[in-house]
């Protein structure tokens, strides 16, 4: 950090272990921090409106007044001017500050580069400013600036991941009721291995917002008659399957998806818990058949990976991870055949599609936090 700052903050990107599109489904999701962070250098500026905000690694900058803040047409920016609109509604106490910002996260990969920035800008103004608010707050309102500014309807479990995680742990996130509980991850001699896709293709965020319309219609449907029924958390796949000639097909099968991969999250946590690493990596496959089948956000890239996966004894499970369309397969490799592996796999990967695969290992790390 630059001795000209006053203060540094590294907020982690996240995988997820299980439970994809559950969380704004009010389910259960599996995620924790990672080691692949953005680093935040803060310094309070000394002009009481006038903020500037520096990324390094798209070597560009930009300045905003505290007292005219409104969503910008570069869509990097409104992740920043989000976190602070959403301040600003819970405090007075937010002044001029600089920061520049530099990120080892893969960009477009499925980690979740922008709750890391959301959380890790919320998380260094909060230290900065004195302001005082929760970690709690900071997840939730991070959460609003992506609702509100981006425009993406996210679920919590991406800021909840980078500002709440535990090194060694995943974290067993109830996104009901935000209770949670760590879970040692204690894999050896397995790896955890993200292989990047390296294509984003543009439906992610369109279709993310419409498959949760399409699910939050199932709910709709059944609660007329289920009172009780206030999202797909309340919903058997029983009760599912006494709709399934009311509801349209697609939003039965949505439904269908999100049921089954809740259960899927409390058999994965027992599995964990029992070391039964052969369990584990079956429900990965599971839920990516139900990504490409049910829910249907995989793509023919993700699909390959998984599938090629399939023919190494050494690869105990892989799924398409994150939300879609592109980023990245999440894989449990034996640690004495990763090297191999990928280098298989890149060469297929290029020879079917002529696009360089990009392969990094990750470790289940702690939350946002100062950098000392």
Excluded at 10 to 21: D, L, T, W, Y
Excluded at 133 to 150: P, W
Excluded at 204 to 225: D, H, L, P, W
Excluded at 255 to 277: F, G, S
């Amino acid at each position: 950090m630059n001795s000209t700052y006053d203060l540094c903050i590294e907020s982690p990107g996240r995988i997820n272990i299980i439970g994809e599109h559950t969380d704004y489904n009010n389910g259960f999701v599996l995620p924790t921090a990672i080691d692949k962070k953005i680093k935040f250098s803060f310094k309070k500026n000394e002009n009481s409106t006038i903020c500037n905000v520096r990324s390094v690694n798209f070597n560009t900058s930009f300045s905003f007044d505290l007292t005219k803040v409104e969503p910008s047409k570069h869509q990097w920016e409104n992740y920043i001017l989000g976190v602070v609109f959403e301040l600003q509604q819970l405090t007075n106490n937010l002044k001029g500050f600089d920061c520049v910002i530099e990120s080892d996260i893969p960009i477009g990969s499925g980690v979740s580069s922008s709750a890391a920035l959301e959380c890790g800008l919320a998380f260094g103004l909060n230290e900065l400013f004195k302001l005082k608010l929760s970690k709690q707050l900071i997840v939730e309102l991070s959460q609003r600036a992506e609702h509100n500014y981006v425009g993406t309807k996210c679920g919590i479990m991406d800021q909840f991941a980078s500002v709440m995680s535990k090194k060694d742990h995943v974290i067993l996130l109830d996104c009901k009721s935000l209770e949670f509980e760590y879970i040692p991850v204690s894999i050896k001699p397995y790896k955890i291995v993200l292989l990047n896709t390296n294509v984003s293709h543009n439906l992610a965020s369109g279709e993310y917002n419409k498959r949760r319309v399409q699910c939050e219609t199932g709910v709709k449907i059944i609660q007329k008659e289920h009172p009780h029924v206030v999202s797909l958390r309340e919903v058997t796949l029983d009760l599912l399957n006494k709709f399934e000639s009311t509801l349209d097909p697609t939003v039965f099968n949505r439904c269908k998806y999100v049921i089954e991969e809740n259960e899927r999250v409390k058999k994965t946590v027992d599995a964990l818990k029992n070391k039964q690493l052969t369990t584990l990596g079956k429900y990965l496959y599971e839920t990516h058949e139900g990504l490409k089948n049910l829910y249907e956000v995989s793509c023919s890239e993700l699909d390959f990976l998984v599938e090629f996966s399939k023919d190494y004894k050494e690869v105990l499970g892989a799924r398409m991870m994150g939300g879609g369309f592109g980023g990245c397969t999440i894989n449990i490799i034996h640690e004495h055949e990763i090297e191999q592996f990928i280098e298989d796999i890149s060469k297929a990967y290029f020879n079917n599609f002529n696009i360089k695969l990009t392969a990094f290992e990750v470790m289940p790390s702690k939350g946002t936090s100062i950098k000392n």
